[in-house]
């Protein structure tokens, strides 16, 4: 069965420092691949996807997220985090060419920024 | 654009008794929308697919008598928690297919907290 791993289950960053958030998957067909956001008290908003093509990917909010195939990873990186980041962050997986279909998540991770 | 709604936000219900909770696209017509479940600290675990115009598809471990499906519309699918538990006690999130015009993305509604006592 598919699976998806984030390792960090909670980090703690201050201001301007640079964030990469670990996304690890087991399935070895063609996948698309996900982060969403999820702000206190708020429903999940998609930060970037990977469908197809150059494997750097860049979203909302100065995110972006690199697919190593060989790896199996999708990591979320920014480089200078602000305050209004702090959220969850959650990777997500379709296996095949489903499109957004039959999302499956990771565990998420929080992120909370010190001013 | 591509908002989606749930209500209600929160419902507290007794033992036994049965809950609707309704999952609407207010700016687009979605004829797939899902049905997921969240667990305190733990990922969301997808429930159910639900098409409009047929029966909803259950992933495995989901019953399909106690979690109701209904989507009667483009724009409305419903979930039934019957006879509910206090295990039942969860948030349940939906989502929204976009079309064509939103990349295949899922539009996620707000959530709906549930607690059985």
């Known amino acids: 069965a598919q699976s998806v791993s984030q390792h960090n289950h909670h980090v703690i960053?201050?201001?301007?420092?640079?964030?990469?958030?670990?996304?690890?998957?087991?399935?070895?067909?063609t996948v698309n691949l996900f982060w969403y956001v999820q702000?206190?008290?708020?429903?999940?908003?998609?930060?970037?996807?990977?469908?197809?093509g150059d494997p750097l990917?860049?979203?909302?909010k100065g995110f972006e997220a690199?697919?190593?195939?060989?790896?199996?990873?999708?990591?979320?990186?920014?480089p200078s985090v602000q305050w209004s980041d702090t959220a969850e962050y959650f990777c997500a997986v379709t296996p095949g060419k489903t499109g957004a279909n039959n999302l499956f998540f990771?565990?998420?991770t929080r992120l909370t920024v010190i001013p | 654009g591509a908002v989606v709604s749930q209500h209600p936000s929160?419902?507290?219900?007794?033992?036994?008794?049965s809950v609707k909770i309704e999952c609407r696209s207010l700016d687009f017509q979605a004829?797939?929308?899902f049905w997921y479940r969240q667990f305190p600290k733990q990922s969301l675990m997808l429930m159910a697919t639900s098409n409009e115009g047929s029966k909803a598809?259950?992933?495995?471990?989901v019953e399909k008598d106690k979690f109701l499906i209904n989507h009667a519309s483009l724009t409305l699918s419903t979930l039934t928690v019957t006879s509910a538990h206090p295990e039942d006690s969860s948030f349940y999130i939906c989502s929204a297919l976009g079309g064509a015009w939103g990349g295949g993305e899922q539009f996620f509604g707000p959530g709906t907290r549930l607690t059985v006592l």
């Open chain 2, 10 to 17: 929160r419902v507290i219900c007794k033992s036994g008794t």
């Open chain 1, 106 to 108: 990771g565990t998420g």
């Open chain 2, 31 to 33: 004829t797939t929308m």
């Open chain 2, 57 to 61: 598809t259950y992933e495995q471990g």
């Open chain 1, 13 to 29: 960053l201050s201001e301007a420092a640079s964030l990469e958030l670990g996304c690890n998957y087991s399935y070895g067909g």
């Open chain 1, 66 to 78: 690199e697919f190593i195939k060989s790896k199996f990873s999708f990591n979320l990186r920014k």
């Open chain 1, 57 to 60: 990917v860049k979203g909302i």
């Open chain 1, 39 to 52: 702000y206190p008290g708020q429903h999940l908003q998609l930060l970037l996807k990977y469908f197809s």
